[in-house]
């Protein structure tokens, strides 16, 4: 039989899993500036002039 404890008394992993189980991850585990842009430079690689400047007009809060 499982005893279930108040919310209250859950450590902060407990918390974060039952979180994660219901919402899924919000944030990737790694930051923009970690992930390999060695890899999307190649992806770009293949893209005309026109696709680029389009790509390079696109307003820094809006990603890329």
Do not use: C, I
């Not at 108040?6 to 930051?31: I, K, Q």
């Amino acid at each position: 039989m499982h005893v279930t404890r108040p919310r209250s008394e859950e450590s902060d992993w407990e918390r974060r899993r039952r979180r994660a189980e219901v919402f899924g991850e919000v944030l990737p585990e790694t930051t923009k500036d970690e992930r390999d842009d060695a890899a999307r430079e190649r992806a770009r690689a293949d893209e005309s002039p026109a696709e680029r400047w389009l790509r390079e007009q696109v307003p820094p809060h809006h990603g890329s």
